[in-house]
């Protein structure tokens, strides 16, 4: 069986004041991540399987193994679980305000292991599209920006053409204009995009598909593109 550090199983989790995510691995060929976000006071769950064997780096290995030299600063934004079989569990939360420069080289490195805010920009297109079948294009491009800003810049693994900043831009002219439907599609179309490259680049490259349940059904490369 596979471990990082000693551990075979890893839960990294992160809370936002209406969404929040968990990834956890637990020393097979899968990552399960779970991501739940709530409007107009119904949550919605979004499951995806990355089926693969998890990359990590000796970078990772190294962070893990100095797990106990490092303290919990105090808030829930982030928390990592650690188990060593059934004999030894650690855990450790922070906030983002309290992220110290070891802290964020550990998130940094998981996320890049486990795929934490990947699969939430996911869900956040998923969601954001519902809204958007539902008849509430306001709702959806905010939804959809979410999505956008979770992601950041972690699409890019090397310089490629990118006309993505030039559709953003041009949405929020858009927007501003009271054209909330081609807003949207451009947003949406950006969030496709970047999520789509990512996918390419960081799991489809080390041989990982998706299976998916619940309202995150159908993710995956094949089927990015449905509603």
Known sequence: MKSFAGFSEIRFSLNRPSRSAVVKWSGDDSITANVMITDNGTVHLFQQIWKGKPVGSADLDKCLQSVSNLTSTGG???????????????????????????????????????????????????????????????????????????LGDRYIDEPIPDDT?????????????????????????????????????????????????GDGASLGVDALNSP
């Open 165 to 213: 900043s030039m559709k953003l831009s041009l949405a929020e002219v858009r927007y501003d204009a009271g054209d909330s439907d081609q807003a949207y599609a451009l947003l949406d179309r950006v969030l496709e995009s970047r999520v789509q490259v990512y996918f390419e680049n960081f799991l489809k490259k080390r041989g990982f598909s998706c299976d998916a349940q």
């Open 76 to 150: 829930a934004t982030y928390k990592l679980e650690l188990a060593r079989g059934d004999k030894e569990r650690k855990s450790l939360s922070w906030s983002e305000e309290n992220e110290t420069k070891e802290l964020g080289q550990l998130r940094v490195l998981l996320d890049q292991t486990l795929y934490l805010y990947f699969s939430e920009s996911l869900a956040c297109m998923k969601r954001g599209r519902a809204l958007k079948s539902a008849g509430a294009p306001d709702d959806a491009i905010a939804m959809i920006r979410e999505g956008i800003d979770v």
